[in-house]
């Protein structure tokens, strides 16, 4: 298959000489005129490798020996990318090259590479060493590495290996609605808006927002908008009640925060209702002829958030003991005060002045 090199002696009578050796490797031979050659293909090596041997000269009388060596000589290659991250990618990105992985060889030698825990979503040319997203990345709830080895070889015992890396990327949305309280709601209030949560996702992924344990009489959209529903009103607890329950923000991609909030529910009692009487002072108000005694039944209506019936005592517009009763009418409080005589009725908006002069200034 070759020669690989050729022994000389030198004899002073001029006699032939001969030579043999021993210690050859078996893919080597040498002639008896001194010619050491390539009888099969040498084996495979990391690295260079002496093989040595002894050979003998001799004439007819005399012989002599000398020690030699034959080098196989194989260099491993050597990655032209440093070890560490390759690239960082996010969940679900498309399929498509994201980095190189490159090697050299002293000896010109091809170099094959082959990889070992790559994930699925990887793959590695053998080849050409592109490294390349073939199926969609898989949803990560934080910044996730996965590690991987590269090894090249090149063919002829020579391998190396360097240890990669690809960095999933996903970081979840941070919620800036604080925990806690949203509101605190009076029995029977109905439809209405209670809350807009709000958050940010780092990776500028789209937000959708879900619950658990929400009450029935609550909906959260996937927008974030905490309401009660059409259809729907607040419950009526014996006690104050709250409702908790969990929200959660999910990017799609993995990344999920959540957070507690409740919202409580409670039936105000007759004096928790008249500490919020306001105070509107006494009202001037003559009915039919200045001077002349007169009677008037006088029904005086006030809204004031959720509750469910009840009686208070209070005081008549006219001076007179009168019995007021709270009630819960069309979705709002109404006060109504029934009082002397008879013939008139009035309705007390929610704000600015009565629409009859009535002194609310006595109450209990």
Known sequence: MGTAAILAAVDPQGWSLVWSASGLPPWLSLSTSGQISIVSAPPSAASTISFPFTAQVANAAKSASASFSVSLVNSAPVPTAAPGQLAAVRPGQVNGQIASIGWTDADSDVVGISSSGLPAWLSLDASSGALSIVSSPPPASSDTPFTF????????????????????????????????????????????????????????????????????????????????????????????????????????????????????????????????????????????????????????????????????????????????????????????????????????????????????????
């Open 149 to 364: 080895t590269a090894t090249a070889s090149d063919g002829k015992g020579g391998t190396a290996s360097q240890s990669y890396s690809v960095l999933l990327v996903n970081s979840p949305p941070a919620i800036s609605t604080p925990a806690g309280q949203l509101a605190a709601l009076y029995s029977g209030t109905g439809p209405q808006t209670i809350a807009t949560f709000a958050a940010t996702d780092p990776n500028s992924d789209a937000i959708v927002w879900s619950a658990s344990g929400l009450p029935s009489w609550l909906y959260l959209s996937s927008s974030g908008v905490l309401s009660i529903p059409t259809g729907q009103t607040a419950p009526s607890p014996a006690t104050a009640t709250s409702y908790p329950f969990t929200v959660s923000a999910v990017d799609g991609k993995g990344g999920t925060t959540s957070g507690s909030y409740s919202v409580s529910v409670s039936t105000p009692s007759c004096a928790s209702f008249l500490a919020t009487w306001p105070n509107w002072g006494t009202q001037t108000y003559l009915m039919g002829t200045p001077g002349v005694p007169y009677s008037a039944n006088i029904n005086c209506y006030y809204a004031v958030g959720g509750a469910t019936n009840g009686q208070c005592p209070g005081y008549g517009p006219l001076g007179g003991l009168e019995f007021c009763t709270v009630n819960y009418v069309a979705g709002a409080w109404r006060y109504a005060c029934n009082c002397n005589g008879s013939n008139f009725t009035s309705t007390i908006p929610n704000s600015g002045s009565p629409i009859l002069p009535i002194d609310f200034s006595q109450h209990n």
